[in-house]
């Protein structure tokens, strides 16, 4: 079992910055390819970022790219997502998951955290 626990998330005005934390207890973090959905109200799940194991790989959804920041610290068993030139449409329930293998379907992730709000005011 992996216990994932989000913190950071806020009110920004658009164009600020935030850093969301997930922070992994349980088996090895360094195993798992770690992910960051969002969820805003009335639409589905999205993949807005991912990581590789030991970090020097990142993917990220098109609407992120250039402006959001995905990083891993296997020492302190943490995944990061700084987020900077926040848009009103950022605006979701943000949540960190674990995969065994490298993919950008939620399906596939097996732990997921409870989620942390983030809001980017107009």
């Known amino acids: 079992q992996v216990q994932l626990v989000e913190s950071g998330g806020g009110l920004v005005q658009a164009g600020g910055s935030l850093r969301v934390s997930c922070a992994a207890s349980?088996?090895?973090?360094?195993?798992?390819?770690m992910g960051w959905f969002r969820q805003a109200p009335g639409k589905e799940r999205e993949f807005v970022a991912a990581i590789s194991w030991s970090g020097p790989n990142t993917y990220y959804t098109d609407s992120v790219k250039g402006r959001f920041t995905i990083s891993r610290d296997n020492a302190k068993n943490t995944v990061y997502l700084q987020m900077n030139s926040l848009k009103p449409e950022d605006t979701a329930v943000y949540y960190c998951?674990?995969?065994?293998?490298?993919?950008?379907?939620?399906?596939?992730?097996?732990?997921w955290g409870q989620g942390t709000q983030v809001t980017g005011s107009s």
């Open positions: 998951a674990a995969s065994e293998g490298a993919t950008r379907n939620l399906l596939e992730y097996k732990y």
């Open positions: 349980g088996r090895t973090f360094s195993n798992y390819f």
